[in-house]
């Protein structure tokens, strides 16, 4: 068993009870459920994982929409960076700031420093996308698998969450599977 992070797409009216919502995306996954056809993929998950938040677009860190949980999947307090969040609509997510950070920082390590920082944090083609997708749809795509013939993983999750509407909610979970 492992715990990896999914990024979950959710409807725009999805903050209104963004628990409810999320519940009803994963159901169809739960390993622990009853569902047919079986897609057993988690058997617990959480809200966000620290250091693994999304930008947010500068000047709309204070919208109500987004997504900080204030604990961690031990039960401890999360502090906050400012612009920083667990989820959020689409259009306030900074997913080409997060790109361009990864570059710039993968340009100022030597190698011994590279291999010190997480992948995710230094390669700008997974600074957005996680392990897992779950899609708007409901499909879960995995990062094993290259969900389009001749496209990887992560330029699929790229250009899939490139593409939503400003409104739809992207959050992340760290799930156990």
């Known amino acids: 068993m492992a715990n990896e992070l999914l990024t979950v ?11 409810a919502a999320i519940e009803a995306a994963m159901a169809p996954f739960d390993m622990n459920g009853d569902h047919e056809p079986y ?20 000047g709309h860190e204070a919208d109500p929409r987004l997504v900080r949980s204030p604990r961690d999947a ?6 906050w960076t400012p ?3 667990d989820g959020g609509p689409r259009g306030l997510l900074d997913f080409q700031g997060m790109r361009t950070r990864a570059a710039q920082l ?6 011994y420093h590279a291999s010190q920082t997480p992948y995710r944090q230094r390669q700008p083609e997974w600074a957005v996308p996680t392990d897992h997708l779950l899609t708007l749809d409901g499909a879960w795509i995995y990062v094993e698998v290259a969900p389009q013939p001749g496209t990887s993983f992560p330029d699929f999750a790229n250009t ?3 593409k939503l509407a400003p409104d739809i909610m992207i959050v992340r979970l760290r799930i156990h599977c």
């Open 39 to 58: 897609q057993g993929e988690w058997d617990q998950w959480w809200l966000g994982r620290p250091g693994e938040e999304f930008d947010v677009l500068p």
């Open 74 to 79: 031990f039960g401890a307090p999360r502090h």
């Open 160 to 162: 899939y969450l490139d």
């Open 9 to 19: 797409c959710l409807p725009p009216d999805a903050h209104q009870d963004l628990q």
């Open 83 to 85: 612009g920083q969040c």
């Open 106 to 111: 993968a340009a100022s390590l030597d190698p």
